[in-house]
């Protein structure tokens, strides 16, 4: 497992910019962002995740992986509606996961150029198949592609990750978040990882 190239830098510049988030990542000196080069399985990952909790997902995705035996758009496509209600997916991402994989197999999304693309253009690209929205598509520039400056303003853990280091009221508005997210530029995606990190008792990876 390999950090992003730009970690420990990235480190070094939001500690010096921010003490208080300076703090959160002295507290995880050995931890880090590390990717799962496969899009499909990442892409996957993130529907099951979506709206739930860390701890939920992971055991709606051990379910999952545990029936399916190998993430691909092939096996997801072949197990039966009943065998993935069983894992504890609703209705609702069961057709998700399925039109991802259509996605996939007819190749209506082509992984191979997105290192080229900007992180706009990826996530335009994502949000065309049913099911992946910007949060979703967010997630995958950030465990994926390992994006650096990546702001997810949607996700709630984000949102609760800062207003308890800052010890704000919870929520505060995505104005504000964005506003605040400046001085993480232009490595909001460590910052983010790290809010994060500081709620849960597990790394979050997709």
Not at 45 to 60: D, E, M, P, T, Y
Not at 89 to 108: A, M, P, T, V, W
Not at 112 to 140: H, P, Q
Request: aromatic share 14%; hydrophobic share 35%.
């Amino acid at each position: 497992m390999k950090k992003p190239f730009f970690w420990e830098k990235a480190k070094k510049v939001l500690i010096s910019k921010d003490k208080k988030l300076g703090r959160i990542i002295k507290s995880y000196p050995r931890d880090f962002l590390f990717s799962k080069s496969d899009p499909y399985y990442t892409l996957a990952r993130s529907i099951v995740g979506q709206q739930i909790s860390v701890k939920a997902a992971q055991a709606v995705w051990d379910r999952y992986e545990k029936k399916i035996k190998k993430v691909t758009p092939r096996n997801t496509l072949k197990m039966h509606f009943m065998s993935l209600k069983a894992c504890g997916l609703s209705r609702q991402k069961i057709s998700y996961l399925k039109s991802l994989s259509h996605g996939f197999i007819n190749k209506e999304i082509n992984p191979k150029n997105w290192k080229k693309y900007s992180d706009e253009e990826v996530i335009s690209e994502l949000i065309k198949i049913k099911g992946i929205g910007r949060w979703t598509a967010e997630m995958f520039l950030i465990f994926n592609l390992c994006r650096p400056d990546i702001f997810p303003v949607d996700d709630l853990g984000l949102i609760k990750g800062i207003c308890n280091c800052y010890d704000i009221k919870y929520p505060i508005t995505k104005e504000n978040a964005i506003k605040m997210s400046s001085k993480w530029k232009p490595y909001r995606s460590v910052a983010t990882w790290y809010f994060w990190r500081s709620l849960d008792p597990i790394p979050v990876e997709y």
